[in-house]
């Protein structure tokens, strides 16, 4: 098969969310034979651009925000004319409705991921509005694709899953909790109400009211940053909480990882969810809402527990299970691992990427066929509310 290009978009490089997997996505595809280049409609923290560049790959980063959406649309159409792609690949509601736009006017074939489980409705509708524009629809979870079939209404021909994670058996693993250790909990994400942070801390702090005792000192370490960081610190103050810290971006994950005993994931929402899934391939149990894929990886006493998004009362519950049995935790973690490895081997991941490589080149020739017969198309940037 002749060498494809592919202009992956995506919203942004900041550090977390869809970028996250883009190293792993662009290395299966490179691997089949592609040419793959990052273009990103926006910069926002720039955390993801070392990890994209270390895999080799060439990132393009527009320089203005996130609601000039005419400029952006210009720029995509500017760069992607000058590097021609064979496929458009987008992420995220913005870059893919910009890249279904640029698609029909250069007949580009376009190939889009879904992440989110929960869409905005405004999104909603335009996506489900504009589904026939993206050849191909990509569930990052299987929890996500059947979203994507009943929301978007995408029809099984035109939709794959393909679960964003390739569990790594190599990654560092975390050291068994001793009595007479503090008991580590942690967190990764950004600092937003999507990741249900603040009922985490409800959750800590009904058990402090409760006069709840462990055999052991507890410290919580959330690694992340965003917007939600003062009000954070100000739910964390009212309720004198001194064994929560807020430790800020950690571009050393794995090992933050490495060193809890436990990790939790209060999301409001989920697709995949990375964190998650690393933390369990790090051996830690779970205690996660039960959104996305979550429910589906946790198994509740056995790699973890899970609890209704948004309920601090439920959360407060499942926290103090397993707290007051620190002895059972390594246990949990070794049986969270065994099963994340096993869903998620790196052989089925690129297995995956191939399958839908291999189905590229079709796309390509019906494009092709569209071209030759379809009139010159002008920009047409439609309703501009996007996430």
């Known amino acids: 098969m002749a060498e494809l290009r592919i202009a992956y978009v995506i919203n942004s490089v900041e550090g977390g969310g869809a970028a996250l997997p883009a190293p792993a996505v662009a290395r299966a595809l490179i691997a089949q034979g592609a ?3 990052v273009f990103a409609l926006t910069r926002r923290d ?6 994209m560049e270390a895999a080799g790959l060439t990132v393009h980063v527009r ?3 996130e609601k000039d959406h005419r400029r952006t649309l210009a720029w995509l159409d500017a760069r992607l004319r000058d590097w021609k792609p064979d496929v458009i690949w987008t992420s995220l509601t913005r870059a893919t409705l910009l890249g279904q736009i640029v698609g029909q006017r250069l007949c580009v074939p376009v190939v889009s991921w879904q992440h989110a489980a929960r869409l905005k409705l405004a999104n909603l509708l335009l996506l489900r509005l504009r589904q026939a524009r993206s050849r191909l629809w990509v569930g990052d979870s299987h929890s996500v694709t059947d979203l994507t079939a009943e929301r978007l209404e995408v029809p099984p021909s035109r939709l794959v899953a393909w679960p964003l994670f390739a569990a790594d058996p190599d990654a560092p693993q975390a050291q ?21 942070y603040d009922v985490l801390i409800e959750a800590l702090a009904r058990l402090q009211a409760q006069g709840c005792r462990f055999p052991t000192p507890v ?10 960081r003062a009000a954070l610190e100000d739910r964390i103050a009212r309720h004198g909480l001194s064994t929560i810290e807020l430790a800020g971006y950690s571009d050393r994950p794995r090992e933050f990882l490495a060193g809890l005993h436990l990790y939790l994931q209060p999301s409001r929402s989920e697709g995949l969810c990375i964190a998650a899934h690393e933390a369990m391939q790090a051996g830690l149990p779970v205690i996660a809402s039960e959104v996305g894929e979550l429910p589906y990886s946790i198994e509740n006493g056995v790699t973890g527990l899970t609890a209704p998004p948004g309920d601090p009362w439920a959360l407060a519950e499942a926290l103090g299970r397993l707290l007051s049995r620190p002895e059972r935790l390594a246990g949990m973690g070794a049986a969270a691992r065994t099963r994340v490895l096993e ?6 991941f690129d297995r995956t990427g191939a399958a839908i490589y291999q189905r590229l080149p079709g796309f390509i020739a019906e494009a092709a066929q569209a071209r030759a017969h379809a009139p010159r198309r002008s920009l047409d940037l439609g309703q501009s509310v996007w996430r």
């Open 219 to 228: 410290r919580l370490r959330i690694a992340g940053e965003g917007a939600a």
């Open 46 to 51: 720039g955390r993801a651009i070392p990890a």
């Open 35 to 37: 040419r793959l280049e």
């Open 63 to 65: 320089p203005g925000g």
């Open 176 to 196: 068994p909790w001793r009595p007479g250790q503090t008991l580590e909990l942690g967190s990764l994400g950004r600092l937003h109400p999507v990741k249900g």
């Open 343 to 348: 869903r998620f081997g790196q052989k089925a």
